[in-house]
């Protein structure tokens, strides 16, 4: 991307990810996140996900979305997605819980929606790694139940 390229066939292909802030410096801890739904519960949801990162420090970081378009939960799915920190607060190392939250898409073209359970199913297990050092760390909770608009809490393992 620049950074110390003498000549094009030193390039890497692959998939880069440039994620800023919203105010000055516009520095970002860049994480991934792994969460796979469980085959417990035999429905589909489709909502937003949003995703807190708490330090040993105490503080915590904003509500980071997940994804900014709805997605669709399926029951035994792994999905991975893309989200920034605050850059000042410590990498990895420093994160002591992660917390989730969710909310369901309503929409008027699927009139049958409030039928479903609004309920996700996440296997007690979740893996964030920061992606300037591809160390996972593996996060637990004990129950995987996550209602809508409820919060989940992962602790460091």
């Known amino acids: 991307m620049g950074l110390n390229l003498r000549n094009k066939s030193e390039a890497q292909r692959g998939n880069y990810y440039l994620l800023t802030g919203s105010s000055a410096p516009y520095c970002v801890q860049t994480f991934r996140i792994e969460l ?11 909502g937003y996900l949003k995703v807190q990162l708490q330090y040993e420090s105490g503080e915590e970081g904003g509500w980071e979305p997940l994804n900014p378009e709805a997605l669709d939960f399926r ?3 792994k999905i991975f997605l893309v989200f920034a920190g ?26 049958f929606d409030w039928l479903r359970s609004h309920e996700l199913h996440i296997e007690l297990t979740i893996q964030l790694e920061e992606l300037s050092n591809r160390n996972p760390a593996q996060f637990r909770t004990a129950d995987g139940k996550l209602d809508e608009k409820d919060t989940a809490v992962f602790a460091r393992v």
Do not use: C, M, Q
Not at 36 to 46: M, Y
Not at 102 to 109: A, C, G, K, P, V
């Open 36 to 46: 796979t739904f469980s085959s417990v519960a035999k429905t589909t949801e489709r």
């Open 86 to 111: 605050a850059w000042n607060l410590g990498g990895l190392e420093k994160v002591k819980a992660v917390k989730l939250t969710w909310t369901f898409d309503y929409s008027w073209r699927r009139p």
């Open 75 to 77: 029951a035994g799915e």
